[in-house]
């Protein structure tokens, strides 16, 4: 009975995980991202929208799952540990490094032509290294290290050292203004160790925003989510002396009220912190750390308190607790799939020039469909994002009936 109600008990956490992934997979795939709602929209820079908790978020979810993982490591020994946590990492870092590179091929003119590792035209501009999934690697390889062997109390006080260390350094070793685009220190890391030509362009120049310097407070982000893992598994104590087994009343009351205390405290630490490290979360400032962290416990002890205290499942929980049984695969699939379709194009006219212009189907089913929704024209790109959305909980849901879930 105890082990059925411990599953029961963090139904909340896979509703998170999914609601997290599938909230990934709506920001990443408007119809046109010129037109997309200011929420769903990043900060530009400083600031931070409900966009760029998404990112965070599945972090600390990935921190989640390690404080049910870790224990059992732990008693397994450091041989099987490091055979799994090496190969889980290289392998996620591998799925993003393959991710960015895909379909390998684009279209030059009317032929097909190999993309090049580094452009033979422009020496700067070549294949993406790092990423999404990359940080995510990265953060959980070196997250289950420490969580390994350092004790949990430890882990905080290393997390304070951290956070604030990253703080320092920013300030010390940044341009005149160390918090800016141009002034970051962890660009000169980036350009020395991965090169300009494999760095993200979205700013317009090399800066990549998943690059190695802030990977490092991300790796907190993970160990906050594996520590509140931990408080939640052990029903909310927080000195973890329980001498008897407490009523489902007071494992709630205690969990709840740790949770939101925490919660609270972290965006107030985070709030004040901003006044002199801004919550940013392109260089991953410790404020950014602080003020996401906040709002992710925050929203995990509200879905418990509706999911666990109140009982409440409905076809919204289950729509999300889809996603977060094969997390990994949907968000990979959904980056796959749009470059895959990309390769078929489908004539779609004659421009000013006189040349062939050319769409793909879900660009057609944009610009046929969607973007015919009338109003604004965020409303169709908004329609569209929804659409690939609905395909892909689809095809979670298939796999979840066939109980299929796809493990890296």
Request: proline share 4%; net charge positive; hydrophobic share 50%.
């Given at each position: 009975?105890?082990?059925?109600?411990?599953?029961?008990?963090?139904?909340?956490?896979?509703?998170?995980?999914g609601?997290?992934?599938?909230?990934?997979?709506?920001?990443?795939?408007?119809?046109?991202?010129?037109?997309?709602?200011?929420?769903?929209?990043?900060?530009?820079?400083?600031?931070?929208?409900?966009?760029?908790?998404?990112?965070?978020?599945?972090?600390?979810?990935?921190?989640?799952?390690?404080?049910?993982v870790i224990?059992?490591?732990?008693?397994?020994?450091a041989?099987?540990?490091?055979?799994?946590?090496?190969?889980?990492?290289v392998?996620?870092?591998?799925?993003?490094?393959?991710?960015?590179?895909?379909?390998?091929?684009?279209?030059?003119?009317?032929?097909?032509?190999?993309?090049e590792?580094?452009?033979?035209?422009?020496?700067?501009?070549?294949i993406?290294?790092?990423?999404?999934?990359?940080?995510?690697a990265?953060?959980?390889?070196?997250?289950s290290?420490?969580?390994?062997?350092?004790?949990?109390?430890?882990?905080?006080y290393?997390?304070?050292?951290?956070?604030?260390?990253?703080?320092?350094?920013?300030?010390v070793?940044?341009?005149?203004?160390?918090?800016s685009?141009?002034?970051?220190?962890g660009?000169?890391?980036?350009?020395?160790?991965?090169?300009?030509?494999?760095?993200?362009?979205?700013?317009?120049?090399?800066?990549?925003p998943?690059g190695?310097?802030?990977?490092?407070?991300?790796?907190v982000?993970?160990?906050?989510?594996?520590?509140?893992?931990?408080?939640?598994?052990?029903?909310?104590?927080?000195n973890?002396?329980?001498?008897?087994?407490?009523?489902?009343?007071?494992?709630?009351?205690?969990?709840?009220?740790?949770?939101?205390?925490?919660?609270?405290?972290?965006?107030?630490?985070?709030?004040?912190?901003?006044l002199?490290?801004?919550?940013?979360?392109?260089?991953?400032?410790?404020s950014?750390?602080?003020?996401?962290?906040?709002?992710?416990i925050?929203?995990?002890?509200?879905?418990?308190?509706?999911?666990?205290?109140?009982?409440?499942k409905?076809?919204?929980?289950?729509?999300?607790?889809?996603?977060?049984?094969?997390?990994?695969?949907?968000?990979?699939?959904?980056?796959?799939?749009?470059?895959?379709?990309?390769?078929?194009?489908?004539?779609?006219?004659?421009?000013?020039?006189?040349?062939?212009?050319y769409?793909?189907?879900?660009?057609?089913?944009?610009?046929?469909?969607?973007?015919?929704?009338?109003?604004?024209?965020?409303?169709g790109?908004?329609?569209?994002?929804?659409?690939?959305?609905?395909?892909?909980?689809?095809?979670?849901?298939?796999?979840?009936?066939?109980?299929?879930?796809?493990?890296?």
């Open positions: 009975m105890e082990s059925l109600q411990a599953k029961q008990r963090y139904y909340s956490l896979d509703v998170f995980r609601a997290t992934v599938a909230l990934m997979i709506l920001v990443n795939n408007p119809g046109s991202w010129a037109y997309s709602f200011a929420p769903l929209k990043h900060a530009p820079w400083h600031g931070c929208t409900p966009t760029d908790l998404v990112f965070p978020f599945f972090l600390f979810a990935v921190g989640n799952a390690m404080s049910f224990p059992r490591l732990q008693a397994a020994g041989a099987i540990f490091w055979k799994k946590v090496i190969r889980r990492t392998l996620i870092f591998a799925i993003g490094f393959f991710l960015n590179y895909w379909p390998f091929v684009q279209w030059t003119g009317d032929s097909l032509t190999f993309r590792w580094v452009s033979f035209t422009d020496p700067d501009k070549g993406r290294i790092m990423g999404v999934l990359q940080r995510i990265l953060a959980y390889g070196f997250a290290i420490l969580a390994y062997y350092i004790k949990p109390r430890n882990l905080m290393l997390s304070a050292f951290v956070l604030l260390a990253y703080w320092v350094v920013t300030a070793f940044g341009g005149d203004d160390p918090y685009l141009a002034g970051w220190f660009t000169a890391i980036d350009k020395q160790v991965i090169g300009a030509a494999h760095m993200y362009k979205g700013e317009g120049v090399a800066f990549d998943e190695l310097a802030s990977t490092l407070p991300a790796v982000q993970v160990l906050f989510g594996y520590l509140a893992g931990l408080f939640i598994a052990r029903q909310g104590d927080v973890w002396l329980w001498t008897s087994v407490p009523t489902s009343v007071e494992r709630h009351f205690k969990l709840l009220s740790g949770l939101f205390v925490t919660g609270f405290l972290s965006l107030l630490l985070a709030w004040t912190w901003s002199g490290f801004p919550i940013n979360k392109k260089i991953w400032t410790s950014y750390v602080l003020y996401t962290t906040g709002l992710a925050l929203t995990i002890g509200t879905m418990i308190w509706f999911i666990e205290v109140q009982g409440i409905n076809k919204m929980t289950r729509f999300f607790d889809v996603f977060g049984k094969n997390p990994l695969f949907i968000f990979v699939l959904s980056g796959l799939l749009p470059r895959f379709l990309g390769l078929f194009r489908i004539e779609s006219g004659i421009g000013d020039d006189g040349a062939i212009q769409t793909n189907v879900l660009q057609w089913y944009y610009q046929h469909v969607c973007a015919k929704i009338p109003g604004a024209p965020e409303w790109s908004f329609a569209y994002a929804l659409s690939f959305l609905t395909l892909m909980w689809v095809i979670c849901y298939a796999l979840d009936k066939k109980q299929i879930y796809i493990k890296v």
